[in-house]
């Protein structure tokens, strides 16, 4: 299987990163995975003029296409995102905002290949889960717009350092064990 995990913060050795890696490591054996960061790409905001509607691709050219080759190569996809106050980091949203070609609400559409996997994993300093629940929410219906099937999801609370995941490996080997 080919996973692409993807970092959905702007950080690129915070905690966000680390669990990245940890997944890494959980899920290779046996399968061929790559880790990218959304701050490694140049994405402009969308413009909302619906261009794509009629044309299934945006007008600007962007590093949006290269992205979405690292999704079509993918046979799982794991976003892992920290919370932007409440939500999804404003770079990782930017994105899908502009994944509007590839959404299945209008024709024509851009399409992935069929049978691709998603799992989310979603943190936060504070220690209530509701903020995660919607954090998973907003990339799951990412997900489905683009026909991925939803198939696993951890919400972790209470992490704001890097050494804040230590005390949550067995968490996130028990959800790797669901990825591979």
């Excluded at 790409?41 to 619906?50: F, H, M, T, V």
């Excluded at 046979?75 to 404003?90: M, N, Q, R, T």
């Excluded at 696993?152 to 609370?157: P, Q, S, V």
């Excluded at 804040?164 to 990825?179: G, L, S």
């Amino acid at each position: 299987m080919k996973i692409l995990i993807i970092n959905c913060s702007p950080v690129r050795n915070g905690a966000t990163a680390e669990i990245v890696n940890m997944v890494k490591e959980n899920v290779s054996i046996g399968n061929e995975v790559r880790c990218i960061c959304i701050d490694d790409y140049e994405i402009a905001l969308c413009k909302g003029c619906r261009i794509c509607h009629d044309t299934a691709e945006c007008f600007q050219k962007d590093d949006v296409i290269k992205l979405m080759e690292e999704y079509e190569w993918a046979d799982k996809i794991v976003s892992v995102s920290p919370s932007y106050w409440a939500d999804i980091p404003g770079q990782f949203k930017v994105f899908i905002d502009r994944c509007t070609p590839w959404c299945n609400t209008h024709e024509p559409h851009a399409k992935l290949s069929a049978g691709k996997k998603g799992y989310t994993i979603a943190l936060r300093t504070g220690p209530s889960m509701p903020e995660c629940e919607r954090i998973i929410s907003s990339i799951e219906h990412f997900y489905g717009h683009l026909e991925i099937e939803l198939c696993g999801k951890l919400g972790l609370c209470s992490i704001e350092y890097k050494e804040d995941v230590a005390a949550r490996i067995d968490e996130i080997k028990e959800f790797c064990n669901i990825i591979a």
